[in-house]
């Protein structure tokens, strides 16, 4: 039986097979999921802002993109992965309130999204699948059996990235 662990928000885990990692709540923020299919090693992550540089006290580095995906990717080193059999799915990124404006520091959703993909992009991690945007929440899960990312949506039902 995979054990199921928990991702807060502003937080990262990797577990090595059986195991599920499932995160709560996804609005703007995203789920970083990334599997190593040849030892079935997956991480997870749960990501609030896009970058660190912005931050006068990051302690928490899970919660940037930037710093939190490069921390996700030696966690997964760690318990043996093989860093050049990586694949991500991401989630989330969503507008969760309208603005009147048209203020771009206002869509974090886009710009967690966004930085994502580069950081991602640098690190040569290929993203398989997203689903990203929209303007509702997401609960997602991914499986150390077959890096299968459960995609739960308020309204939507569930779907399989």
């Known amino acids: 039986m995979a054990e199921l662990i928990k991702v807060g928000m502003a937080d990262l885990k990797a577990a090595a097979h059986p195991s599920i990692l499932t995160t709560l709540g996804l609005g703007s923020c995203i789920g970083i999921a990334l599997y190593d299919p040849r030892r079935k090693i997956i991480g997870l992550a749960h990501i609030m802002l896009p970058t660190s540089k912005i931050a006068t006290a990051n302690t928490n580095r899970a919660k940037f993109?930037?710093?939190?995906?490069?921390?996700?990717?030696?966690?997964?080193?760690?318990?043996?992965?093989?860093?050049?059999?990586?694949?991500?799915?991401?989630?989330?990124?969503?507008?969760?309130?309208?603005?009147?404006?048209?203020?771009?520091?206002?869509?974090?959703?886009?710009?967690?999204?966004?930085?994502?993909?580069?950081?991602?992009?640098?690190?040569?991690?290929?993203?398989?699948?997203?689903?990203?945007?929209?303007?509702?929440?997401?609960?997602?899960?991914?499986?150390?059996?077959?890096g299968l990312l459960m995609v739960k949506t308020i309204g939507s039902g569930i779907k399989y990235l």
């Open 65 to 146: 993109a930037d710093t939190g995906i490069v921390d996700l990717v030696d966690e997964m080193m760690a318990l043996g992965c093989d860093r050049r059999s990586l694949v991500a799915k991401i989630a989330g990124g969503a507008q969760m309130f309208a603005f009147a404006s048209n203020n771009e520091s206002m869509k974090i959703g886009l710009r967690n999204a966004e930085a994502t993909k580069a950081i991602l992009a640098e690190l040569n991690i290929p993203i398989l699948k997203e689903d990203t945007g929209g303007n509702f929440g997401r609960t997602i899960e991914i499986s150390s059996e077959d």
